[in-house]
């Protein structure tokens, strides 16, 4: 799956690191930065590696270490992960013989500079619940006043339902599926839509797709996330206010960062004319 976690740690880490030129915090340059999550049912290729940015810096993005010793550990087992092309810090796992389940329990270890950083994350439970209104979203041919009123317009959405609680956090991400995909006609209505639809976490249990969304006609999937505790509690730091100097909230030893996992369950629809 492509990096989809909008790299809040960071953000989270310069807000506190660069405050106030008053403030008696002084960060250690050479602190461990870990971004990982995994994702039940998928391999392993979100992990990114990092260090601290220094107090003062210009710098927005944080100097990436593509040189450590990162590694797996389920059951028991080490998974190496190896670096990953370019210059980013990120790391991926090139077997196919980790499994990742609902109710595992994971940790990962990087040995960076003689130090060695470590967090524990346990996989949770998919969504349950998952449907939608229809199994398909009709794209217009033609646009008119009429259209606007008509049952056809309806066909050209749909409704996504989960069981939510009210205070779990899941994110969405739609994409295209079709090992053909027929892009959609943009003389009909010039608006094109983008290859992969993805929602920040909400603690809603409900979305409304519709087809300006589309870039192409086909077979698409709808995934819905449950986000795990360890990235929801850092979610919600992303607003915290820059005069607050609470610590990022972080589930590192040794470190900085965050190390969590995810679930997810899935429909199909089409998009057509």
């Known amino acids: ?13 310069y807000l ?9 915090v002084e960060p250690n340059t050479d602190e461990i930065v870990i971004q990982a999550y995994i994702y039940a049912g998928e391999s392993v290729t979100d992990v990114r590696i990092t260090s601290t940015l220094p107090l003062g810096t210009d710098e927005l993005s944080a100097p990436p270490i593509n040189d450590a010793e990162v590694t797996l550990i389920k059951d028991g087992i080490r998974y190496t992960l190896q670096s990953s092309p370019g210059d980013s810090g990120y790391y991926h796992y ?10 595992d329990a994971v940790r990962i270890e990087v040995n960076y500079s003689d130090k060695l950083a470590y967090g524990e994350t346990v996989i949770p439970p998919p969504p349950e619940g998952i449907h939608a209104s229809s199994d398909e979203i009709i794209y217009p041919t033609e646009l008119t006043w009429e259209w606007r009123y008509s049952e056809e317009f309806e066909k050209s959405q749909m409704m996504l339902y989960w069981d939510g609680d009210g205070e779990s956090l899941y994110f969405a991400v739609i994409e295209t599926v079709d090992p053909n995909p027929q892009p959609v006609d943009t003389t009909i209505f010039p608006f094109r839509g983008i290859f992969r639809i993805r929602t920040r976490p909400s603690t809603a249990d409900s979305l409304r797709l519709n087809f300006m969304q589309f870039e192409y006609l086909g077979r698409h999937r709808a995934k819905i996330y449950m986000v795990n505790q360890e990235y929801a509690d850092l979610y919600q730091t992303q607003s915290q206010d820059s005069r607050d100097l609470n610590e990022p909230l972080t589930n590192i030893v040794n470190g900085l960062g965050v190390f969590s996992a995810f679930n997810s369950d899935s429909v199909f629809f089409e998009v057509k004319y």
């Not at 799956?1 to 880490?13: N, V």
Request: with cysteine; glycine share 6%; aromatic share 12%.
């Open 94 to 103: 090139e077997g196919s013989d980790l499994s990742l389940n609902e109710g």
């Open 1 to 13: 799956m492509t990096k989809i976690l909008f790299s809040l740690f960071l953000t989270a880490t």
């Open 16 to 24: 506190f690191f660069n405050c106030t030129s008053e403030s008696s």
